[in-house]
């Protein structure tokens, strides 16, 4: 009898799915000519399911936190390279579906973005709940994933933000262009009473990181030096 691959997979996510092509869409990249949807809108949901799913576990886990440790906390789990090595520990790159010759499992973005996009996935096939499983299962959630850590680039301006009392920092996409195997991302990063800072690159998340980046070393210049 033939192995079916995506059983396999189900196997080492921890769920079966009741729809498999939910599952299917969830696998494909934009450059897959045969499929009808690709893993974005699937990845936008998922990424804030991820999001309310670890803010609702270090609110209950850490209630000595405020609000600024508790957004280190989810933030360093849910960075890139955490998604990118929970991928590769499910070896996601041997059932995305792209086009041929495009390098997945060495782009750390897609890897990330497929994880996101499973998350939603399973949020809807099987609810919030199976969800969590998915969470409890394959993220380490660390909780030594603070301050005393090292941070992204988003992170650190989020937190310099919420220290100066100026709210979360503000994301927005100006343009896409490119084919959809190979997009050009450019986003602006705003806080309040600054200019925005703008960034082109490969993906939304590279993209965003640069701009958090540029515009916190301004930042730090402009006060260091004031």
């Known amino acids: 009898m033939a192995v079916d691959p995506l059983a396999t997979l189900e196997t080492s996510i921890g769920h079966q799915?009741?729809?498999?092509?939910?599952?299917?869409?969830?696998?494909?990249?934009?450059?897959?000519?045969?499929?009808?949807?690709?893993?974005?809108?699937?990845?936008?949901?998922g990424d804030r399911v991820l999001?309310?799913?670890?803010?609702d576990h270090f609110y209950?886990?850490?209630?000595?936190?405020?609000?600024?440790?508790?957004?280190?906390?989810?933030?360093?789990?849910?960075?890139?390279?955490?998604?990118?090595?929970?991928a590769k520990n499910l070896q996601l790159a041997?059932?995305?579906?792209?086009?041929?010759?495009?390098?997945?499992?060495?782009?750390?973005?897609?890897?990330?973005?497929?994880?996101?996009s499973l998350m939603a996935a399973i949020y809807l096939d099987a609810g919030l709940e199976a969800a969590r499983e998915f969470l409890n299962r394959h993220w380490p959630l660390n909780s030594r994933a603070d301050a005393q850590n090292e941070k992204d680039a988003k992170s650190k301006l989020q937190?310099?933000?919420?220290?100066?009392?100026?709210?979360?920092?503000?994301?927005?996409?100006?343009?896409?262009?490119?084919?959809?195997?190979?997009?050009?991302?450019?986003?602006?990063?705003?806080?309040?009473?600054?200019?925005?800072?703008?960034?082109?690159?490969?993906?939304?998340k590279i993209a965003e990181q640069t701009a958090a980046a540029s515009l916190l070393e301004w930042l730090q210049e402009r006060t260091s030096g004031s």
């Open 60 to 86: 209950a886990a850490f209630p000595q936190d405020d609000e600024g440790a508790l957004s280190l906390r989810l933030h360093g789990e849910a960075r890139m390279s955490t998604l990118a090595v929970i």
């Open 159 to 204: 937190e310099w933000s919420l220290q100066h009392g100026l709210g979360l920092p503000a994301y927005r996409q100006l343009a896409k262009s490119g084919p959809d195997h190979a997009p050009q991302m450019t986003y602006e990063v705003k806080i309040e009473g600054y200019d925005a800072v703008v960034a082109t690159a490969g993906s939304r």
């Open 51 to 55: 999001g309310l799913l670890l803010a």
């Open 94 to 116: 041997e059932y995305i579906k792209s086009q041929s010759g495009l390098d997945i499992a060495g782009n750390d973005g897609v890897m990330a973005d497929v994880v996101e």
């Open 17 to 45: 799915f009741a729809d498999r092509n939910i599952l299917h869409e969830a696998l494909s990249h934009s450059s897959h000519i045969e499929s009808e949807h690709s893993y974005e809108r699937l990845e936008f949901l």
